[in-house]
């Protein structure tokens, strides 16, 4: 017993806290949300997405190691009366909104300058919810999403099957990343 | 194959005296609770394992060990409700103990270093890492008869990950072996 308290202990302690203390000062698996909302009236919505100004990320934004998750929370509103298919998509950031009409934007997917990260997805007619746990299971692109969300700013588009009154409101993305400081 | 007989041979004259000394061996299971650190994505969660022992020098013990791990839900972050469960750790690797030697009876504390291939798996962010990481930490034996020993130990456990990172947990476990 003597010797547990008098060096074992001890050092243990030490040890645990130098491990433990040191690594907690540069590095740990952080959650960083960011909101955006579309208004899907006429088939195509732009909104320009930037993780940068959360507390979290600037205080690692030097040393970010990886992107461990991204996944979305939606609050949809259909009110066309019947159901919608929704996409989601990602572009690498840009100043502005680089696809203004559909026929420039399917041009962009088909040139793989734009990437479909929820697909033909079935919103009924009303208000519905997409949780973060469900949009994991709905999500493609997963490594060109966590590539271009590493950048800290990207574009999403969301487009519709039908042209009418459709919003997603609040809508966020929830990104888990890997960080040092 | 006549190595394997003398092998066998060996073994099965020389273990009547193994057993007949103090045992130098064991076998035993643990389990605990594992505390993920600065991992806002993962809960408490539970660990269990089972180890092998061996003494190797008179202060030193080598555990080979397997170890499962399954830490908790997160908890809501900034409002939003993650709502998946926590990340599955599977491991096996190396301790070894100073001190805490298998067999004998009485309070025995030992410090513990060890090494292990740590997969973290997340089934829903299909996060899949699998990585060479560390652990350190402290404890304690009660050997009330040589057969049986019971230990208490806590470690911190250092997964690296990609880009340099690391992901971090303490282990608090509770373990019981079999000396022989």
Not at chain 1, 48 to 73: C, P, R, Y
Not at chain 2, 77 to 105: M, N, Q
Not at chain 2, 111 to 116: P, R
Not at chain 2, 122 to 142: E, R
């Amino acid at each position: 017993m003597r010797a547990f308290t008098g060096k074992i202990l001890p050092v243990g302690l030490v040890l645990v806290s130098l491990a433990l203390g040191g690594c907690l000062l540069i590095s740990g698996t952080f959650v960083v949300t960011e909101s955006f909302s579309f208004d899907v009236s006429d088939y195509l919505s732009f909104q320009a997405v930037d993780l940068t100004e959360n507390s979290d990320w600037q205080d690692h934004k030097d040393n970010i190691d990886m992107i461990d998750a991204v996944g979305f929370t939606m609050t949809m509103d259909n009110s066309n009366g019947s159901a919608v298919t929704f996409n989601l998509y990602v572009a690498p950031y840009a100043d502005k909104q680089l696809y203004n009409t559909l026929i420039d934007f399917q041009q962009a997917v088909t040139d793989g300058d734009v990437y479909v990260v929820i697909k033909d997805l079935t919103v009924p007619a009303g208000t519905s919810t997409v949780t973060y746990a469900q949009s994991l299971t709905h999500l493609h692109n997963l490594d060109k999403l966590k590539e271009l969300t590493k950048t800290g700013k990207l574009h999403l588009y969301a487009t519709t099957s039908l042209a009418g009154s459709f919003t997603v409101d609040p809508g966020s993305i929830v990104v888990t990343v890997s960080g040092s400081k | 194959m006549r190595k394997m007989v003398l092998l066998a041979l060996c073994i099965m004259l020389t273990a009547p005296l193994a057993l007949a000394q103090t045992p130098k061996f064991g076998a035993g299971v643990f389990g605990g609770v594992s505390i993920p650190v600065v991992q806002k994505d993962q809960a408490s969660g539970t660990e269990f394992g089972l180890r092998l022992r061996a003494k190797v020098l008179s202060f030193l013990t080598a555990e080979p060990n397997l170890t499962f791990t399954k830490w908790g839900k997160p908890d809501p972050v900034e409002g939003i409700t993650l709502g998946i469960d926590g990340s599955k750790v599977t491991a096996f690797g190396l301790d070894v103990t100073f001190g805490g030697l298998p067999g004998g009876s009485g309070f025995k504390p030992f410090m513990v270093l060890g090494a292990a291939s740590y997969k973290v798996k997340n089934d829903a962010t299909q996060y899949d890492q699998s990585k060479l990481g560390f652990s350190g930490g402290f404890g304690f034996a009660i050997g009330f008869v040589p057969m049986f020993d019971i230990d208490l130990r806590t470690k911190a456990v250092i997964i690296p990950t990609e880009g340099g990172g690391s992901k971090k947990a303490v282990s608090i476990l509770g373990g019981l072996s079999y000396n022989f």
